[in-house]
């Protein structure tokens, strides 16, 4: 028995150290944020308007709506809570050189209600090649723990091992090789090439469960929610960044109990003078909706139309 444990033990050391030393190295772009890569990729200097924010901001705002005069891009992404828009946003800035004249965020009680609202609000996964950042390093540590943020930190191309499942591990990893196969490399230029044409908006069409709540939830303000925020502010005035917050639609608006976030996104928005745009309570038939929080593409289409009615473009 024990020779037998001996040698699976020498073989998962073994594997371990073949993916992860040997062969990932080969491209550790395969664990980046796909829509940075778009940007890089297409050369993508300069935006009229930026969306940030989680699900609810990429499901919701459809960039081809708006004036072809205008480049428009969804960065919304599943998932990502008030660190997670914070670091992308930096890294667009200050890594990809991206010029944002106007950046539109979604924001709701979803998300300033930390990991009450999302399983991860910090997709550490997307950000490994930016770990070398210290605030980015602290966030690790924060959300993950000290020791991962360490590992990572000194061998960023064991990131794909530790976030995925091993099917979607053995799934994904072929990208690694597509600098060396033309084929693989077609097939991960594709997704890219899709992110691009719809310009980073991902609609949704069916129809899911949409009935309302026995209980009522009473959403909070975190505070380390809060700190991005205010980072994410100032990131924009560093920048001369003109910053507007709007609110998607949420179907059966007023089940749950949402007055802190209400009270707070009003005197906050006022305070700094940052438009906020609320289209909570717009849309209440489940018809214009995938799931409760999120709209389809027809929803996403009467809300384009109305956003693009109340931003204004210098």
Request: net charge neutral; aromatic share 14%; proline share 3%.
């Amino acid at each position: 028995m024990k020779k037998f444990l001996l040698k699976v033990s020498i073989w998962v050391v073994a594997l371990f150290f073949f993916f992860t030393v040997i062969l990932y190295p080969l491209n550790p772009s395969i664990t980046a944020n796909k829509k940075r890569t778009c940007i890089e990729l297409y050369n993508m200097k300069n935006v009229d308007l930026l969306i940030l924010g989680s699900s609810r901001a990429e499901h919701s705002v459809n960039p081809s709506l708006f004036a072809d005069s205008l480049t428009i891009f969804n960065a919304g992404e599943d998932g990502y809570g008030l660190p997670s828009s914070y670091f992308l946003l930096k890294a667009l800035l200050q890594k990809h050189h991206l010029k944002v004249k106007k950046v539109l965020f979604q924001i709701d009680e979803t998300a300033m209600n930390g990991d009450e609202g999302f399983s991860r609000k910090f997709r550490d996964d997307a950000f490994v090649e930016d770990i070398q950042d210290d605030e980015v390093y602290e966030a690790y540590k924060t959300y993950r723990n000290p020791y991962i943020a360490h590992a990572l930190k000194t061998f960023p191309q064991s990131s794909n091992l530790i976030y995925t499942n091993f099917r979607n591990f053995i799934t994904n990893y072929p990208a690694v090789l597509k600098t060396y196969s033309k084929t693989i490399e077609d097939i991960y230029n594709k997704d890219i090439e899709k992110i691009h044409t719809t310009k980073g908006y991902a609609a949704l069409y069916e129809n899911r469960e949409t009935k309302k709540n026995n209980s009522k939830k009473k959403y909070i303000i975190q505070h380390d929610d809060l700190d991005y925020l205010k980072k994410l502010v100032a990131l924009c005035k560093q920048y001369d960044i003109d910053l507007c917050m709007f609110r998607a639609p949420i179907l059966h608006c007023n089940e749950d109990d949402a007055t802190l976030f209400d009270e707070f996104i009003t005197s906050y928005s006022k305070e700094n003078n940052i438009p906020f745009l609320d289209y909570k309570c717009e849309y209440q038939n489940p018809s214009f909706y995938f799931d409760k929080t999120h709209i389809t593409d027809t929803g996403a289409t009467l809300l384009t139309q109305k956003i693009i009615t109340n931003l204004y473009f210098n």
